[in-house]
């Protein structure tokens, strides 16, 4: 036991003798958060960490009723919505955080673009982050498919044909993705073992290191900031921004409480593989830019199906994103107002782009087809 | 004298590096194999079903009308135009593979996932689809409908 620690009980110095807590306790009080006028953006991580943390207890009771297969899949969910008990607060707490997530996810990333947190040496942190936000849509998008209703049957067709336009290796992949030619059970189970198994693997992993590596490096102060010095004196993080954290949290459960209580999730119609698709059939709303834009362009352009080229120009945004760290090669004394760096408006384009398509996506009328018979 | 000793062991260092990293290589190689093999889904009969006869009858499908078929494991679309003829394409939309559907407000076959167009040939005339929809022959054979393609 080093002296001058101020004593602890027996319990503690005993696990201490044994794993060294108070080393422990000096990493973790030796971490500080800068603070200045762009603090507020700090929360953002903690926030999807928190609700990360739900969407792991609300998955793991679904498993207790959820049947992967495409005979039993939506009756299952009826099943927890309609018989057991708080089975409707569970299953909408579980789809109201992962969209909260994927909100407060990308939120977070473009404050970190914005306030150039992701400049040396913090290039793992951003990458593992980008890492993250992949694998929390492939999330969304593997969840989507598990109530096997007809909205998630059409998204999962259009989603993983997506892949199938990719030159060359598609055909292949997109069998891989499907478990077949088609969507069908084989598909829903495959998303479940991903769902369930493959991705919560995976983003732990990355999850661990992305905070280690945070813990290790401290948080970045904006190099606006820190040319004008304007920094306050810095917070501990333990305990003082921790606690802050809380709050946040409290708040963000405040929030998914709420919107399952007001607006539980829906469960639709069944999938039906011999029925069309339904006039104004959307896809999540993180989805909803992609698929207007898919929407917009024409069949052909310079002799190329339209949508190998929406998919491609995606890639080629995504791939920028993701090299952030080693494209901006300004060194911190060039640094312009963090609202007019060169890179910022494309940032701006970017999230104006987003905006744009997916209010059109919602504001697109939906031919009224009630005179259709139905098949 | 030493010379050769030194040799030796370098020589022996070397082969027993090669022989580890080969035997780790096979190693990895005979668990990653199945592993991959296991993910590629097994290659399912295609079913060379060429014509189908609809549990429908002619007069089930109104002027102006369409309805969803199966034709072995894939959906096809049948419709009859308002002149009165039948016609039958297959139903997946060539864009990114939505089922198609008849709108009798404008007479197209068309795709709700993309607002995707196609003609009463089957013709991709608006919106994003690359290619028309594959016609399939129709047959009117006293109180049945059957669809055959040609192969």
């Known amino acids: 036991m080093t002296t001058g620690e101020p004593r602890r009980g027996r319990i503690w110095e005993w696990f201490d003798h044994r794993i060294g807590l108070a080393g422990i306790e000096r990493m973790a009080r030796k971490k500080e958060v800068p603070v200045h006028k762009h603090s507020f953006w700090y929360y953002l991580g903690g926030m999807t960490l928190f609700l990360f943390i739900v969407q792991v207890g609300t998955g793991i009771l679904l498993l207790f009723y959820y049947r992967a297969s495409a005979a039993e899949a939506y009756e299952s969910i009826q099943f927890i919505m309609t018989e057991v008990k708080f089975g409707w607060l569970i299953r909408s707490l579980h789809h109201w955080a992962a969209n909260l997530m994927i909100f407060t996810l990308v939120i977070h990333m473009f404050s970190v673009l914005f306030l150039r947190a992701y400049r040396p040496p913090r290039e793992l942190t951003w990458l593992t982050g980008a890492g993250l936000l992949g694998i929390t849509l492939a999330f969304g998008f593997t969840g989507y498919l598990l109530p096997w209703n007809q909205l998630a049957f059409f998204a999962t067709r259009v989603g993983t044909q997506i892949v199938g336009v990719v030159p060359i290796v598609g055909e292949g992949l997109l069998r891989i993705a499907r478990g077949g030619d088609d969507v069908t059970g084989a598909t829903l189970t495959r998303f479940y073992a991903l769902h369930a198994a493959v991705l919560p693997l995976l983003i732990v992993g990355l999850l661990a290191f992305h905070l280690f590596m945070v813990q290790k490096l401290g948080m970045s102060t904006p190099p606006s900031i820190e040319k004008r010095g304007a920094t306050g004196r810095p917070l501990p993080f333990m305990p003082n921004f921790l606690l802050r954290d809380l709050v946040g949290w409290l708040g963000a459960l405040a929030i998914i409480a709420a919107l399952a209580a007001y607006f539980p999730a829906e469960l639709g119609l069944k999938a039906d593989p011999f029925a069309s698709a339904p006039a104004g059939i959307k896809p999540e709303w993180y989805f909803m830019f992609m698929f207007q834009t898919l929407k917009y362009l024409p069949a052909h352009i310079l002799g190329i199906e339209g949508e190998i080229i929406g998919i491609m120009g995606f890639g080629i945004a995504g791939l920028i994103l993701v090299l952030v760290p080693f494209i901006d090669r300004r060194r911190d004394g060039e640094e312009a107002h963090p609202l007019f760096g060169y890179l910022n408006y494309l940032w701006f384009a970017m999230i104006a782009f987003i905006l744009i398509m997916t209010y059109l996506g919602y504001a697109e009328v939906v031919p009224d087809l009630t005179s259709v018979p139905a098949p | ?151």
């Open chain 2, 1 to 151: 004298m030493s010379e050769d000793w030194r040799e030796t062991v370098v020589v022996r260092r070397r082969f027993l590096n090669w022989m580890l990293g080969t035997g780790a290589g096979a190693l990895s190689a005979s668990v990653l194999y199945p592993i991959a093999r296991f993910i590629v889904p097994p290659e399912v009969e295609e079913s060379d079903e060429s014509q189908v006869t609809l549990p429908l009858a002619p007069r089930d499908i109104p002027r102006n009308s369409g309805q969803i078929f199966r034709f072995g494991s894939k959906p096809g679309v049948i419709i009859r135009t308002p002149q009165g003829e039948l016609k039958a394409f297959d139903g997946m939309c060539t864009h990114l593979d939505c089922i198609v559907q008849y709108r009798d407000d404008i007479s197209h076959i068309w795709c709700a996932c993309h607002n995707g167009h196609y003609d009463l040939n089957g013709s991709n005339i608006q919106g994003p689809p690359p290619r028309p929809l594959q016609e399939y022959t129709v047959i009117e054979v006293g109180d049945k409908i059957v669809v055959s393609k040609d192969t």
